[in-house]
């Protein structure tokens, strides 16, 4: 992005007690009132130069007044001033971003200015996955607060970006007492703005129907999406969107949070009697309890804002640029992945060495890179009622042992990769006869079964320890070059057979921790390799793990139309270089569609980019198309993964067709992808507005034809030129297609 030209970072306005927070193109302001130290929230939006004034924004000359000169109102004022994290029982009767159990069984807090501290680059946050930038990236202004009367500090991060329009917020809560303290709640940040007839964009879902847009108004009283299921989950997603009611991919302020988290979320919107918008996010204060002794501190997850004047496209694009340069630390980040091809749903648990090989071979000389090996090559795994927990190689399925096949496919030019579920066990499996309380379970309550298996308890580090140092064996005994990292069950009957009964309420936080501490020792162990997340599909695509993985799986619904919503969603906020998109067989294995195969990899091209079929039950022209396509991932990937992100149309909303495009930073390539789902009869050509070119540049436009021999030809000429000009305010065609779910992929090149 280019700089705005301001001075980006962060001031202290000593005279006004005001902070003012930059970014390229936004400011966002703070201020402290009052003898008191009530830490105020006065602007977040477009760039504001000169702060001067400011402070009238947080309403503190107007009746009720703060404290200081208006004692008798003092809960007037708490419950109406817009506060940067507010308190609990002390008259704010909005949600509370934070709420204790003292000793005496209080639970009133409220924290209030000590002192600040500006430094350049940005601190780890202990555990958790976080944003990071140098020191000539990013700029952090720490504030301490305390509440006094129970000895209480907070100290709150708020990190800017100095290329990018996000706001990184966290929270780290202190215990300065002599006596220990429960946390029931401690949110991640808080934001009360005026509420300007704002709508909400939410990503709603379920099993193999992920992160689909909602948009709907904003009313009084409390909106929220959370998840009590241990992770982020299908059905809500830590994301949340104020935008203006005629917001639209192009114009129009909008408000976009994500949390930084793969366990139980909440994200809130709460609008009040006056009409004011408190947003929040943090770790769900339901099945939360924290004791924090003396001397303790907790650390919470990092929150992004992200503001944007130009609609949900901006929105998105910040989130991109943010994700790909600040928080994937893969050395893959930048780098063409290789083509998988996975054996799921091609052999599902039915396959053996030969059969993989088989696939390897085909697919090999077709382009592939990497043969995926899914659940179902180890212990007794003969389907997916036992063996998890088990994770030796079954020689039974592979005969001659898991180095014997890697090494076949490492001669076919192909690398290898293995799927793994670490954090669970099967009833039925070894590791579950010899340590039955190594499941999360209550004493007494049987636990409740998933997928018939129960959910390992990865707060304790011997377990952690156990399954690492088998994965390890595993990996340490081939060439392996990539690991599926599954998780196919939400958490449920909560207990841990190490934790003491004041303890008990921090498993679901332990788990996620255990759980980052695994990825992070298996990362460190082999730091080569290309890690996938994945959760039963897409219940795990979060930022949170895309700090240790660049890719993860998007959903188990591999059908191109249905992908076509998934897909909008997650590149609402996520970069296309971490989707994860396979080509599959028709009819489609989870709603049965047709649809043609060029479609197929133009969707899956939008995103990671593999296969996930029997290529040797494939048709010879099916296979001729492979060849194309793998052809084509090659010539357009750098350019999908780096480049911008523009939403033209969508089909969740029109119904008939959707389209996209990519936009390398130069501005000089661009991709756009267009799928006609439903023909109509009798109609014109369409005519769509593109977006994010240079208005005075000329574009050539050349379609991509997967109807040739050789993938040479594939990039036909049509000896059409346009100007940026004319393509994002005129717009360019696309001829009908006959039939449905048909595909068309333009480049255009200045
Ligand atoms: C989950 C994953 C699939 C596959 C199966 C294996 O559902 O999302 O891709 O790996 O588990 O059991």
Redesign the pocket.
Known sequence: MERSGIAMGIVYLEKERLFKLDTPHTTYIIGIVGEEGFLGHAYYGKTIKDAQGASALMRIYENPFTPDTNARDRLSFMDCFPTEYSGHGVGDYRESSIRVTTKGGYNAVSLAYVSHEIYKGKRKLPGLPATFGSEEEVTTLAIVCEDKAIGLTAVLEYSVFETVDAIARSARILNDSKEAVVLNKVMSGCLDMDNRDFEVITLHGSWARERHMERKQLGHGKFLVSSLRGEGGHQEHQFMALLDKHATQTTGDVYGFHLVYSGNFRMLAEVNQFDSVRVMGGIEPEGFRWLLKPGESFQSPEMIYAYSSQGLGGMSRTFHDLYRNHLIRSPYKDQKRPILINN?EATYFDFDEQKLLDIAKEASKLGIEMLVM??GWFGNRFD?NRALGDWQVNEEKLKGGLKKLVDGVNVLGMKFGI?FEPEMVSPESKLYREHPDWAIAIPGRTPGLARNQYVLDISRKEVRDYILEMMFKVLHSANISYV?W?M?RPLSDLGSACLQAENQGELYHRYVLGMYEMQERLLAEFPDLLLEN?S??GARFDPGMLYYSPQI?CS?DTDAIERLQIQEGTALIYPLSAMGAHVSVCPNHTVGRNTPFETRGYVALAGTFGYELDITKLTDEDKAMVKLQTAMYHKFNDLVREGDYYRIASYRENHLYDCFQVVSKDKKRSLVFYVQVLNEANKKSRILKLQGLEEGLTYTVKELDMNVADSEDMVKDMQKAFSGELLMNAGLHFERMWGDFRAKVIVLEA
């Open positions: 799921w899914d659940d997916d799927w599926k599954d196919n994945c039963g599909g799986w188990d």
